[in-house]
């Protein structure tokens, strides 16, 4: 049976979706009563787009070795960190500063998607 994906990018693609999970699960439990409404509200949407990116980079994986592909992992990676990491370090009352980082995920996060659709576009020719 072929591979389709290495070990160490099987493993980053279970670690990012597990993380998701278990990140999820502390804001509504650990978290619960000690984020404010804001606080609460940064944490979810960092949780959300953690779990459709890390869903976005197994499909990106799944696509095969390609160039394509392989930008919209580490865009999907990149985005992960930088928007969904500063969302989660902002609502546990890192400096507002942080959020001047948020905006690069999320262009991380656009690009990521430009080169999946390429390389979905470029896989069937």
Known sequence: MRQIVSTRVALL???TGASAVLLGAFGAHALRGVLDARGAELWHTAVNYHA???LAL???AGLGRGHSGRVAMAA???GIVLFSGSLYALALGAPRWVGIITPFGGLAFVAGWL???WALRTRNE
């Open 13 to 15: 693609i279970g670690v």
């Open 52 to 54: 459709w990116h890390a």
């Open 58 to 60: 197994a499909v990106a």
């Open 76 to 78: 999907f990676v990149v």
């Open 115 to 117: 080169a999946l659709g």
